[in-house]
């Protein structure tokens, strides 16, 4: 019996880094959504979403004119790939906002992106700058399913982006 309960304590002993840490679970927030995180990249690998949550989708947004001085339908007139980027999430956070949900509640995101027309390469660098502002942070660290793609035009001239999202809002909420 005293080797059983040394071989107990061992097993405790060696489990128990996991159990306070929470290492060998899955993230999960509060909200009881379970986030299976890719520990190298900022997105999730797969998300669980629990039943009795509402699913909020957002339509593709793109950013605002942020230079009123450049040609009209130019790049210039939206900015960069990362400004462009970046505006079209805060559009997306306000509209959440109104919707009662916030960031932390995306739980898919599409990214559709163009070539450059001077470079004729997108920016995917670019597009990483922006969305790291508002995924996988200190104040937000929720980080959705998200799926980049390269497309032949968007619907409005001058843009480099346009992003839709899904949010979940929890029971009650």
């Known amino acids: 019996m005293p080797m059983f309960k040394v071989f107990v304590s061992s097993c405790l002993f060696a489990i128990m880094p996991f159990v306070v840490t929470g290492s060998i ?23 669980e979403v629990p039943a009795g949550y509402s699913t909020v989708y957002v339509s ?3 950013a605002p004119i942020t230079n009123p001085a450049a ?21 997306i956070k306000d509209i959440l906002r109104d919707m009662g949900v916030g ?12 070539a450059d027309a001077q ?9 990483m700058q922006g969305y790291t502002k ?19 035009q968007l619907s409005r001239p001058g843009w480099l982006v346009e992003i839709e999202v899904v949010a979940a809002k929890p029971p009650h909420h």
């Open 25 to 47: 679970a899955p993230a999960q927030a509060q909200s009881g959504i379970v986030r299976h995180n890719e520990a190298a990249y900022p997105i999730a690998s797969a998300i």
């Open 60 to 62: 593709g947004i793109g």
């Open 71 to 91: 040609p009209a339908k130019s790049v210039e007139a939206y900015g960069s790939m990362a400004t462009q980027t970046e505006e079209s999430l805060k559009r």
């Open 103 to 114: 960031m932390g509640d995306v739980v898919q995101m599409h990214v559709f992106m163009i």
């Open 119 to 127: 470079t004729k390469k997108m920016d995917f660098e670019g597009m």
């Open 134 to 152: 508002f995924f996988g942070t200190r104040d937000q660290p929720n980080l959705p399913v998200r799926s980049a793609f390269g497309v032949a």
